[in-house]
């Protein structure tokens, strides 16, 4: 069957991002692209309490230490790697993992800087990410093996409420007028405490950086929060 490129938007906007061009479509993964509009300040707009983030009063990663990571890139990859097949399987559900959660937090921050790419290729290879290649890089040096886009990892884990975060949950949220439902992830960011998350994007900075989720923007477009790891 062949279809006018013109017809891919009404077709497929709720199931890939692409760009149409005169040689016919470039694919891209469902999400990762840049959200812009994180611009205004955490007290810039009112919003309904009920959207406030907090965290779990419980949340045993209290502190910081740098233990339980893999010893190297090298040892990442071949973990990553070992890992594949479950990712390939659209039925493998992975049970929550006990990892040092402050360790991984440490390691996610090693990245800070990393420049951001709608559609990233494996970092090892670019040294770029967008949110759900980044997010999945660094669980993956813990053992623990997400699927490629932001909306396919959002399948796995345990939900969670915006009221009672800890560290290390998984925090996903719609970007405004990417697809046609606003109930469509498109973005996710890695949480580490005190309403902040560790993320990639191109917003207010290109790449890999540190977000307060206070602002109105994150507290609008927060879709749900899942929990992989304790």
Same mark, same amino acid.
């Given at each position: 069957m062949m279809l006018p490129v013109s017809s891919a938007t009404d077709l497929f906007a709720e199931e890939m991002v692409f760009e149409t061009g005169a040689d016919g479509l470039t694919l891209f993964p469902s999400d990762g692209a840049e959200l812009? %509009?994180?611009?205004?300040g955490p007290d810039a707009e009112q919003v309904d309490p009920s959207l406030d983030f907090?965290?779990?009063?419980?949340? =045993?990663?209290?502190?910081?230490?740098a233990e339980g990571a893999f010893?190297?890139?090298e040892e990442a990859e071949a973990a990553l790697g070992a890992?594949?097949?479950?990712?390939?399987?659209p039925e493998a559900v992975p049970a929550?993992? $006990?990892?040092?959660?402050?360790?991984?937090?440490?390691?996610?921050?090693?990245?800070?800087?990393?420049?951001?790419?709608?559609?990233?290729? =494996?970092?090892?290879?670019? $040294?770029r990410f967008d949110c759900s290649s980044y997010? %999945?890089?660094?669980?993956?040096?813990?053992?623990?093996?997400l699927p490629r886009t932001a909306r396919a990892q959002a399948r796995i884990g345990k939900t969670v409420s915006r009221k009672s975060l800890r560290k290390g949950d998984l925090l996903y949220f719609y970007v405004p007028g990417r697809f046609k439902s606003n109930k469509t992830i498109g973005h996710v960011g890695i949480y580490i405490g005190n309403r902040m998350m560790i993320h990639a994007n191109t917003e207010p900075k290109n790449g890999v950086q540190? %977000?307060?989720i206070d602002r109105a923007f994150w507290k609008k477009t927060f879709i749900t929060a899942k929990r992989i790891a304790y």
């Amino acid at each position: 069957m062949m279809l006018p490129v013109s017809s891919a938007t009404d077709l497929f906007a709720e199931e890939m991002v692409f760009e149409t061009g005169a040689d016919g479509l470039t694919l891209f993964p469902s999400d990762g692209a840049e959200l812009g %509009r994180d611009t205004d300040g955490p007290d810039a707009e009112q919003v309904d309490p009920s959207l406030d983030f907090a965290d779990d009063p419980n949340d =045993p990663f209290k502190g910081d230490d740098a233990e339980g990571a893999f010893a190297s890139e090298e040892e990442a990859e071949a973990a990553l790697g070992a890992l594949e097949a479950l990712a390939a399987d659209p039925e493998a559900v992975p049970a929550l993992k $006990n990892i040092n959660i402050n360790a991984m937090i440490r390691t996610a921050k090693k990245y800070l800087g990393v420049p951001y790419r709608f559609g990233a290729g =494996p970092y090892p290879k670019t $040294n770029r990410f967008d949110c759900s290649s980044y997010t %999945r890089y660094v669980f993956a040096k813990y053992g623990i093996d997400l699927p490629r886009t932001a909306r396919a990892q959002a399948r796995i884990g345990k939900t969670v409420s915006r009221k009672s975060l800890r560290k290390g949950d998984l925090l996903y949220f719609y970007v405004p007028g990417r697809f046609k439902s606003n109930k469509t992830i498109g973005h996710v960011g890695i949480y580490i405490g005190n309403r902040m998350m560790i993320h990639a994007n191109t917003e207010p900075k290109n790449g890999v950086q540190l %977000r307060s989720i206070d602002r109105a923007f994150w507290k609008k477009t927060f879709i749900t929060a899942k929990r992989i790891a304790y």
